[in-house]
């Protein structure tokens, strides 16, 4: 790596452990929760100017919390944090806008109850882009959060805070979320992974479980499967979908061998770069090797896809900038919103005419999806169409046409499984010719998570991703 590689790894009380680990100590009585909580905030101050990826931190709040502990949770003591566009009782939620005047929150959100009752400590708030519409953590009004692998690149978006903390060492497990890839895109960027669940397996968030077709999940990133898949467990015995099946704690792989659809290139014809073709097309034989059956088939979606997809993300930041003052709180200025959430509502103005059509093909996705997963146990595909760029390349502050060339560009497969609600992962299973991670995407039926959990699983045991310690490089 280079000399920009930031990282917090150390031989303190978090040592290189992950959460699951880190709960065996608990148990065991090797740590204590103030202890982790302190180790904790010692790395956030200590890499957070480089990666800018907290919004807000509250040490007081999260000693304390680490004093009144139930040991009866399954991340008891864990320190973690909370995307800044989820409520927590009594801090604001600014959403990464400056249009917003935010007032401390009276109550938790559903997710943050959920998330939470886990027994994980939140030290504060992590950044995100406005309202989460970009794939890059980069607000007008702030410093852009930095990858910690090389700070000079993007650490994705939306939820790129979350990664850039998690990648680094400062937490072993975030909160995250997901409307168009707000999950797996920052796990792709930053080496980790990231789960976007079926629509409606964790608690939706109020605001989002009236739209006409509710795109965002929550969930959290992680460096490696199983704290993942104990986080999705532990969310499932809070609260379980009665309408899903469940998925359990999955530990292990399946002896079952699956059958898998290989996707390669994008619904829009742009070809994925060389370094995503090859890390995908390494898995894929890496999944034949362990037994599985892999065919390749084509973009399982039409072209029109990206603009219907577009449009109701346009949708959405009209609804954000007509509505703000009810959903956000007096004082909510639409004139201080960025260019990116301006020229989605200009671009809606123009087109929303379009909006009956849109809603109607969208939906039309799910039964589509439910045929394709008929036939496959899982798609594996790109996470993003070519490999993490430069910080300042989806700036906000550039003119609108040329920001939105640039994310057709990037963010070609992500955005189906928000559309149609199946479950998919990001696993970093690449490495760029620079040695940047790069995340290759698993999905499959609606309420399948057991079957990517496995696959994850056993493609993390047949080839181990690095970690940041692993590094000769830090400036930390």
């Keep these: 790596m280079t000399s920009h590689t930031v990282h917090a790894f150390g031989d303190d009380a978090l040592g290189h452990d992950d959460a699951v680990a880190l709960a065996a100590r608990l148990k065991r009585g090797e740590v204590s929760a103030a202890e982790l909580v302190d180790a904790a905030l010692s790395r956030a101050n200590k890499v957070n100017p480089a990666l800018n990826a907290i919004v807000l931190l509250d040490a007081a709040a999260a000693k304390r919390q680490a004093l009144q502990v139930d040991h009866h949770t399954i991340f008891a003591g864990i320190p973690s944090f909370i995307k800044d566009n989820t409520d927590v009782a009594g801090w604001p939620t600014r959403q990464g806008s400056r249009a917003i005047v935010a007032q401390p929150a009276k109550t938790h959100g559903a997710f943050a109850t959920q998330f939470l009752a886990q027994g994980l400590i939140a030290l504060g708030k992590s950044a995100l882009p406005e309202f989460g519409f970009n794939a890059s953590t ?24 979350a990664a850039a903390l998690v990648a680094a060492g400062v937490v072993p497990i975030a909160h995250a979320n997901d409307g168009g890839g707000s999950i797996r895109i920052p796990a792709a960027c930053c080496g980790l992974v990231g789960l976007k669940p079926t629509r409606g397996r964790t608690i939706p ?104 997809f577009n449009d109701y993300w346009a949708f959405l930041a009209f609804l954000v900038s007509t509505f703000g003052s009810v959903n956000f709180g007096k004082g909510f200025d639409a004139i201080q919103m960025d260019a990116l959430s301006h020229g989605l509502v200009q671009r809606f103005r123009a087109r929303a005419w379009r909006l009956p059509q849109v809603l109607y093909r969208l939906k039309q996705t799910e039964a589509a999806a ?16 070519h490999t993490t760029p430069l910080l300042g390349h989806l700036t906000p502050e550039q003119t609108f046409d040329e920001l939105m060339d640039k994310l057709r560009q990037y963010v070609s497969f992500t955005p189906l499984n928000n559309a149609n ?21 698993l999905s499959a039926a609606h309420g ?19 970690q940041l310690y692993q590094q000769r490089t830090t400036l930390a």
């Design 205 to 308: 968030d109020d605001k989002t479980k009236i739209l006409p077709i509710n795109i965002v999940n929550d969930g959290v990133v992680t460096r490696s499967v199983r704290d993942t898949a104990l986080f999705l467990a532990g969310a499932e015995r809070h609260w379980q979908n009665p309408k899903l099946p469940p998925v359990g704690w999955v530990t292990q792989p399946s002896p079952q061998r699956r059958r898998i659809g290989l996707v390669l290139d994008s619904v829009l014809g742009h070809a994925t770069d060389t370094d995503t073709r090859a890390a995908v097309e390494h898995t894929a034989l890496l999944l034949e090797q362990l037994g599985h059956h892999v065919d390749i088939i084509p973009a399982p979606a039409s072209p029109i896809f990206a603009d219907d």
């Design 448 to 466: 399948a998570e057991r079957i990517l959990l496995e696959l994850a699983l056993e493609l993390e045991a047949a080839h181990p991703w690095q």
């Design 421 to 441: 609600g199946t479950p998919a992962i990001s696993l970093p299973l690449g490495r760029t010719s620079q040695g940047l991670p790069i995340g290759v995407q």
């Design 370 to 385: 439910r045929q394709l997963t008929a036939q496959y146990d899982a798609i594996l595909s790109p996470v993003l169409a």
């Design 138 to 161: 980069e607000p007008a009004f702030a410093q852009p959060t930095a990858n910690p692998w090389d700070t000079r690149y993007s650490a994705g978006g939306s939820s790129g805070g």
